[in-house]
């Protein structure tokens, strides 16, 4: 997996093997300083996930490596101030309870009868102006993606 991870942050992505955040759990750990400690996560094995960070901490997930990964299915999930929910220890985040279906941010688990795609966007840039906290364009992202891009918003 290639992962980009803007300077100067601080971060913890939980993977997840499942959907609803079940199943093997791995934890990767971005420092401030540089770096990430928690190994690699295989793409087979993300399917659903937890981002927790500041507020405007955005995370990418790419189906493709090319200069063209807009034009493949891929989500941006941003921290914002409206949309994440607290953990016990006060930290704040998203769940993304299943990579390829909207629910809110603070969803433990996915919908069935509920499910809906997330909001589309052409562009990155075009999916940060509409100002919702998740976009991309649609299609299948579980077990296929192969970039993650983590920056601040």
């Known amino acids: 997996m290639q ?3 803007a300077p100067k942050m601080r971060m ?17 750990d971005v420092q401030v300083v540089g770096g990430r400690q928690g190994g690699d996560v295989a793409a087979e094995y993300l399917k659903s996930m937890v981002v927790l960070g500041d507020i405007g901490t955005r995370v990418v997930l790419k189906t493709w490596i090319g200069d063209d ?7 941006a999930v941003t921290v914002t101030a409206k949309h994440h929910y607290k953990t016990k220890e006060g930290e704040v ?4 309870p299943d990579l390829d279906w909207y629910d809110k941010p ?13 909001p589309h966007a052409e562009t990155l840039e075009a ?12 299609g299948a992202l579980k077990s296929k993606i192969k970039a993650i891009s983590i920056d601040k918003v």
């Open 3 to 5: 992962w980009t991870v």
């Open 12 to 28: 913890d992505l939980v993977c997840f093997a499942g959907i609803n955040l079940s199943g093997e759990r791995k934890i990767i």
């Open 69 to 75: 990964w807009e034009q493949h299915p891929w989500r």
């Open 93 to 96: 985040g998203v769940r993304i």
């Open 106 to 118: 603070d969803a433990r688990r996915t919908d069935p009868d509920m499910q809906e795609c997330f």
């Open 127 to 138: 999916g940060a102006a509409s100002g919702e906290w998740t976009f991309g364009r649609s």
